[in-house]
């Protein structure tokens, strides 16, 4: 019988960083100051992740993709290897590459001039060889034309980092992708990342206790934009979160016909009503999809979506219907690490089977999977950060409903203190306890998501909200500064006075604009 288990100090001295958007920049940042070697790895041109828009449209993806890995599947021939110490996965959507083109391969400007609209920079170092098309490694990005942040840019600040003066509240996405530009160039991290460059596999070799990055260059090429008109079409927009409201904001104006379908369990909720109230009178608000039936083509050709009925819940069908836009949400997908994907392993390979008394993974033990239900959730991460079987593979950005910027910042901090030997995690049996625990909370209690059988998703394990932002911040700070005296470290400030106005400010705004609307309805 083993006796208690001591906490875990996991050294690292070389780090991958697998993207360098909202999640990566700050990562790559406090990794460096903490004495890391590191290089980042960024498919696009140029920094900022989902907030660099593309007016291009992308190749559609295979449709239903109820599993992530069909959408964005992994690559088959890895071409050139690179290995290191450590690798972390900076969680975002997926990336794109943009057409714009401001000469400045030094990545470095005055601050005055660092806000400029885009700019490209030269790779760093040789680019691995072969290649990916661009078309095929561009999967559907985030940012659309109208796209705005759905939360304070206060609340969104980075440490050291403000926001220019005169920046909106709810900044559009040029602002956000400026801000990002100018954050990568004040803390120099053009130097150290890979641009054009995809990340096809991440493996670890437990002989040598080293992560191998296999990646490859994306190639560059010119693509027409692609502007819809949308004057006579019918449009069925289904979904109700942030980003079906703003679609339908931008479409209802224009199309012929729209429709919104939306689930019950939406539609008799008091936040979403909120969003709802804002949207034209013209839009139809029906119930959910049940079915698509798909008419027989009179050519070999496939039928395009308008030879179809679109069969609703209470068995009435929509007939005519020329676009779809599905803003259902979106699926964790990792392709580079398919291995600890639940797709591709065994079932039986899970937490539950996994010995948290071993020192360190081995070959002879299955690791237990991280992405889970095709991309629904991830398991396996001690605070939504911490790989608990292997601590030495982390993620920033995994966390549901926070301040984006400002909470994945707190914990990059707490990744860069952790690899630098400056904070102890606890022993792997107690982060297993807190993944359970959360786990089972979701599934017992239910949550904020709701999946396709009506049931709670587990996904809700990932959803903190804004008292749970809080509290979880001020355990990543106590974390971390209980690591500093430890070791010597520099103590980490906490969130400042400026944030809390801020948020007290915008819970005012928001409940005052709610009662107004609830007054509206029931008049």
């Known amino acids: ?48 992740g989902v907030w660099n828009f593309d007016p291009r449209a992308p190749r559609d993806p295979p449709y239903p993709s109820e599993v992530a890995l069909q959408a964005d599947p992994p690559a088959t021939v890895p071409l050139a290897a690179l290995d290191a110490a450590a690798a972390i996965a900076a969680d975002g959507f997926a990336d794109r590459e943009s057409d714009c083109s401001l000469e400045d391969p ?20 040789e680019s691995p060889p072969g290649a990916f098309d661009v078309e095929s490694d561009r999967p559907p990005g985030a940012c659309y034309e109208s796209l705005r942040t759905n939360i304070p ?23 956000v992708m400026r801000y990002l530009h100018a954050y990568a160039s004040t803390f120099d991290l053009g130097r150290i990342t890979r641009f054009r460059t995809a990340v096809v596999s991440v493996t670890k070799d437990h ?49 012929h016909q729209v429709y919104h379908s939306v689930r019950p369990a939406e539609t008799n909720s008091v936040s979403r009503a909120h969003l709802t109230a804002r949207i034209s009178k013209s839009v139809v608000q029906v119930p959910n999809v049940r079915a698509f039936h798909v008419r027989q083509a009179e050519t070999a050709a496939e039928p395009a979506i308008q030879d179809a009925e679109i069969e609703l819940e209470d068995g009435t069908r929509l007939s005519g219907v020329t676009r779809v836009i599905l803003c259902t949400g979106y699926l964790y997908s990792h392709p580079f690490l398919a291995q600890l994907d639940d797709s591709f392993i065994a079932p039986a390979s899970s937490i539950a089977g996994f010995d948290p008394s071993s020192d360190k993974p081995s070959q002879s033990q299955p690791l237990p999977p991280i992405t889970c239900a095709g991309g629904d959730h991830l398991a396996s991460l001690y605070r939504d950060i911490f790989y608990v079987p292997d601590p030495t593979l982390a993620f920033v950005g995994v966390s549901l409903i926070v301040a984006t910027f400002s909470f994945y910042e707190f914990q990059a901090i707490a990744v860069a203190r952790v690899w630098a030997g400056e904070a102890d995690l606890p022993p792997r049996d107690e982060m297993l306890k807190e993944v359970e625990a959360r ?16 049931k709670p998703s587990l996904r809700s394990a990932h959803v903190v909200g804004r008292e749970g932002e809080i509290r979880q911040v001020a355990e990543l700070v106590a974390f971390v500064n209980e690591g500093a005296e430890r070791y010597g470290a520099p103590l980490v400030e906490g969130h400042g006075a400026t944030y809390f106005d801020s948020r007290a400010r915008a819970v005012e705004v928001f409940e005052q604009e709610l009662k107004a609307r609830t007054s509206e309805g029931s008049a």
């Open 1 to 48: 019988m083993s006796g208690p288990q001591q906490p875990h100090r996991s050294v690292r001295r070389r780090v991958a960083v697998i993207g360098a958007g909202a999640s990566g920049l700050p990562a790559a940042r406090h990794l460096l100051a903490r004495g890391l070697d590191v290089v980042v790895f960024e498919r696009q041109a140029l920094p900022g």
């Open 153 to 175: 840019t206060p609340l969104m600040r980075l440490k050291d980092f403000d926001w220019p003066t005169g920046t909106p509240w709810y900044a559009p996405h040029v602002d």
């Open 207 to 255: 002989a040598t206790d080293e992560w191998e990055v296999t990646a490859r260059a994306v190639v560059s090429e010119d693509a027409s934009c692609v502007k819809a008109k949308w004057t006579r079409e019918i449009v069925l927009v289904v979904g109700n979160g942030f980003s079906a409201i703003d679609v339908l904001l931008a479409v209802a104006p224009v199309a």
């Open 439 to 454: 786990f089972e909370r979701a599934s017992t209690e239910g949550g904020t998501i709701i999946s396709a059988d009506g």
């Open 106 to 125: 030094s990545f470095r400007r005055p601050r005055e001039a660092q806000f400029d609209s885009c700019f490209k920079m030269g790779v760093p170092g």
